[in-house]
């Protein structure tokens, strides 16, 4: 699983036998499962429903806090929503994280607090695509005057054992 280190990917047999969620569902729980123990160790319940669970913003929260550590927008983040206005605010929270990081959606606030489990399937989806691969590994840069023509050599390794075409 993108983002996982192997240790972690131990699959719980009640999760695997379930009759409400596919095997497809049921891997992107695991990996919103591992993301939040490493933010909230101490808290061991398992993730079983999609639409409360993400109520709070808080998973979505661990999944952006393990790949990016310290951005602005999560700095107040409340870890325990206890009413409507700190659930919002948290869902902003996220919204605005994504945004800081380049992550183009069409989640908002309205979506995240009310959203359906088919919405947030598809939203952590996408994440689950996007947001481990989405750290620039170097950054180039092309200093020219508009309309001047400018180039650069750029050579691209494959760190891995297989052959990309």
């Not at 101490?42 to 661990?62: H, M, P, Q, V, Y």
């Not at 409507?84 to 869902?91: L, Y």
């Amino acid at each position: 699983m993108p983002g996982l280190f192997k240790e972690e990917i131990n699959p719980n047999n009640c999760i695997l036998k379930s009759n409400i969620y596919s095997l497809s569902e049921i891997v992107v729980l695991k990996w919103l499962q591992v993301h939040k123990s490493r933010l909230y160790s101490s808290e061991r319940n398992l993730i079983k429903n999609f639409r409360i669970d993400f109520r709070d913003g808080t998973l979505l929260n661990a999944v952006i806090q393990s790949h990016y550590k310290g951005l602005s927008a999560l700095k107040n983040f409340k870890h325990v929503a206890t009413n409507e206005e700190e659930i919002r605010f948290n869902n902003q929270a996220v919204i605005n994280a994504l945004k800081e990081i380049g992550v183009k959606n069409s989640a908002d606030i309205n979506l995240l607090t009310n959203a359906t489990d088919r919405e947030i399937l598809m939203l952590v989806l996408e994440l689950f695509f996007k947001i481990p691969y989405y750290n620039p590994k170097a950054k180039i840069e092309f200093n020219a005057i508009l309309g001047e023509v400018c180039s650069k050599n750029v050579e691209i390794t494959n760190p891995g054992k297989k052959k990309i075409e």
